[in-house]
């Protein structure tokens, strides 16, 4: 049976920081175990793309305070009726874990990486379009034809500098999924909107649509309201907004 598509909109930078990095290492980590260098180019250019986002000054002291956060509002659920305590024990030492291993890493995210003169030849040249042939990165060449377990031991090297930034993106990102569940919703003529609690930290909105729906969802919001517009995918060079009246599912995640 084939999965519901889901939208997913991010309501702030932090957000959006956070899915980007896990579409990234999503990437990185179907590529990095395939043997072919095709495959091998795709793993190098997701990391590298990782390198420049984790460049950023502030990443890792977002992470960290947003994991003192979200322990900081989790940690008085224990005293409350009906929650499983044990899950909930096993998140917040999660958090924790997390925290420890971010604050062991000494200077920027990604350091290493990006003083790689490998790297970052690899990276000049591939910013322009087809700079990564061979006469302009011969030393690429010569990695890309190693035998795949050396290519796949450095990668492997170059991938465990930023391991723990992965671990945190993916736990910040499943409990801001989690934190409220889908909910059925009716979009007249192919358009939703909907105010948002101004007292609230709303971090993402996510539809669900059925895998064989005719629509996608356009998905636009800011702090104090949001929109849904359902696009007719009939027409693929020039979609609309369909007339029809539709249901779908929404989770407006709110931690």
Known sequence: MSQP????????????????????????????????????????????????????????????????????SLAPMADLPNVDRDRLQHILQNLE??????????????????????????????????GGFDFDLPQLHYWLALPQAERLLQLDDW??????????????????????TFSPCQANAGFYSQSLPSEASVQMIRVRLPADSPVYAEISGGKHRFSIRFMDSSDWEHPVQTARNLGFELNVCII
Not at 6 to 29: A, G, M, V, Y
Not at 159 to 180: C, D, F, K, P, Y
Request: net charge positive.
């Open 5 to 72: 598509m889901i939208f997913e909109q991010p309501l702030n930078e932090k957000c959006r920081t956070l899915l980007r990095l896990s579409h990234l290492f999503e990437q990185l980590d179907y590529h990095l175990p395939q043997n072919n260098p095709w495959e091998a180019r795709a793993a190098l250019r997701a990391l590298l793309d990782i390198s420049v986002i984790l460049a950023r000054a502030d990443i890792k002291s977002e992470l960290i305070k947003e994991m003192d956060r979200y322990h900081l």
């Open 97 to 130: 874990n997390s925290q420890r291993a971010l604050r062991g890493i000494k200077g920027q995210l990604g350091a290493g990486l990006r003083s790689s003169e490998f790297l970052n030849s690899v990276l000049q040249r591939t910013a322009i379009p087809g």
């Open 159 to 180: 991938r465990s500098e930023i391991a723990a930034v992965h671990e945190a993106v993916e736990l910040l990102l499943g409990l801001i999924r989690n934190s409220t």
